[in-house]
């Protein structure tokens, strides 16, 4: 069994092919062979997720997944579904390394946590679509919640900066910390989850 991930990024392929050694590990997990960028117009993440898949439909005999995630604290008033976006202040990203991204977020993510005496409880929602070869669809979202901290645990992750700020309740721990263990524990959410998304696939 294979699916395919609708995403030009290999470090959320790694994950999800981490995680998938825990849901199915007899199921293949690759990059979508034909990577179309699609704008993000949707209302929300669950309609961003389905965006992302839509133009693959008809296109394979292997289920495509795509995702959205979004960050929501209390009482901050921005956009969920952008949080890299927002650090940018206006900067072309395309003109910026990936470091200089991952700092941006970390400048802005510090100072978010300083407004709060250092700490800030989170949570993430995640918003997933498959799309099946037969064109149907099927959406799932959950949530993982965290805590947002003004200090970096190192070392750092230029593709996910936002993990070297924050906690997760599960394990009291960073994530850059985790053992195998608890970045399974970390995401029980997502694996519990995905577990419904592929359900009777074939």
């Keep these: 069994m294979k699916i395919y991930l609708a995403s030009s990024n290999q470090h959320k392929l790694t994950r999800l092919q981490k995680l998938f050694k825990k849901i199915d590990p007899a199921i293949e997990i690759e990059l979508v062979p034909e990577y179309i960028d699609v704008e993000e117009t949707g209302q929300d993440g669950i309609e961003n997720s389905l965006l ?46 990936q470091e200089e991204i991952a700092h941006k977020m970390l400048d802005y993510y510090i100072e978010l946590a300083n407004k709060y005496s250092g700490q800030k409880d989170f949570y993430y929602t995640d918003y997933w679509t498959a799309l099946f070869p037969n064109g149907t669809t099927k959406q799932i979202n959950y949530r993982r919640h965290y805590t947002l901290t003004n200090k970096i645990t190192k070392p750092l992750d230029i593709y996910m900066p936002m993990r070297n700020l924050y906690i997760s309740p599960l394990t009291g721990k960073s994530p850059i910390l985790h053992s195998e263990e608890e970045y399974y524990i970390e995401f029980k959410p997502q694996i519990n989850a995905m577990k419904k998304l592929i359900t009777n696939i074939e």
């Design 52 to 97: 992302k898949v839509l133009p693959y439909k008809g296109k394979y005999k292997y289920p495509v997944l795509a995702s959205d995630t979004a960050a929501f604290f209390a009482s901050e008033n921005f956009d969920p579904t952008h949080v890299r976006r927002i650090t940018l202040a206006g900067h072309d990203e395309s003109k910026l390394t």
